[in-house]
Each structure stands twice: as structure tokens, then as C-alpha cells.
């Protein structure tokens, strides 16, 4: 068995959707980045990949390629569950935590799980999303933007099934 963290941040800007956990959130502002921006998918990819020892998200899908301009990051996310699986892992479970003062993201959570668990083929119980504050703290509290943490633990499969 192997653990990975991963972490990812956005800038929150106007005329911008808001999407986390691969669900598209009603808010005033969304993230900005190269691909959709989706923190919590960014931050999952990159929990996957440190537990595989695989490096990070950048360096397989990096936001210098125009082929991932404005990507939807449930297709990074499952790239990256091919790219475990691949090297023989699969995924025991997710625990994330999104930071953001708005909006409130807790009615979004059981579709940020179900969604997720559908990009990566696993059950839905396999994983865990709290939502969370800084309590008026830092650029998330200022409404500057989001923040994600994840945990990821995999395990080697058997030679016989990878």
C-alpha cells in the first residue's frame, strides 16, 4: 500500500464557471487556470500520482500544451487512474478537503462523490470530501480563491490482475 498527497489552488475571477469535484457549482465567479481549473480533481490527480511515484499532474499534463486548454478535469482524471493502472495500482480511497469561503459547497458534495466515482471506476464510498473555511483568513478568506487537499491510498495489484 502507498499514500499520496496532493494540493492545488486557483485564483477566483468573474466570467469564469465554477467547477469542483467535476460538477459545475452556481457562483458569481469561477476558477482560472489552463484547463476548467477544477482544484479538488487537480489536487486528487496529483494525490494519485505522488502515491505511484509518478510526479505530479503538470508533468503529465502540463499547462504549456495546447491540447489541454480549457480541459474538462474529469478526462485528467481518468488519464491518471489509466496511468496507475498501467503501472499496476489500483485505488483504495480519497479523502479531500476544499477550502473556500463561498459558496457553500456541502450540498454539492454527494454529486462531487458520485461524479468522481464514476470518472475513476470506484464506489462511491472510497471517497471522502469535507468543505471547509478559513474563518475570513488568508487569500480564501479574502474570496481570492479556492484551495484543495487530498490523500490518496492505492495498492499494488497482483501480477495476475493488472
Known amino acids: 500500500m502507498r499514500i499520496g498527497f496532493g494540493y492545488d489552488v486557483h485564483v477566483l475571477v468573474a466570467d469564469r464557471e465554477l467547477w469542483l469535484g467535476g460538477v459545475l457549482v452556481p457562483h458569481t465567479h469561477g476558477l482560472l487556470g489552463h484547463s476548467d481549473a477544477d482544484v ?11 502515491a505511484a511515484n509518478m ?10 500544451s495546447s491540447e489541454y486548454k480549457n480541459i474538462d478535469s474529469k478526462i485528467l482524471l481518468r488519464k491518471t487512474v489509466s496511468l496507475l493502472r498501467s503501472a499496476g495500482y489500483s485505488i483504495c480511497n480519497i479523502d479531500s478537503t476544499i477550502v473556500a469561503e463561498q459558496p457553500r459547497l456541502n450540498p454539492h458534495i454527494p454529486d462531487m462523490q458520485q461524479t468522481l466515482a464514476d470518472a475513476m ?20 478568506g479574502r474570496k481570492e480563491g479556492i484551495a484543495a487537499y487530498s490523500v490518496a491510498l492505492i495498492e499494488q495489484l497482483p501480477k495476475s490482475q493488472e
Not at 55 to 64: K, M, Q, Y
Request: charged residues 15%; hydrophobic residues 40%; proline residues 5%.
Open 40 to 50: 479538488l480533481i487537480h489536487a486528487i490527480c496529483d494525490a494519485l500520482l505522488g
Open 55 to 64: 510526479r505530479d499532474i503538470g508533468h503529465h499534463f502540463p499547462d504549456t
Open 121 to 140: 471506476n470506484i464506489p462511491v464510498g472510497d471517497i471522502s470530501i469535507k468543505a471547509t473555511t478559513t474563518e475570513s483568513i488568508g487569500f480564501t
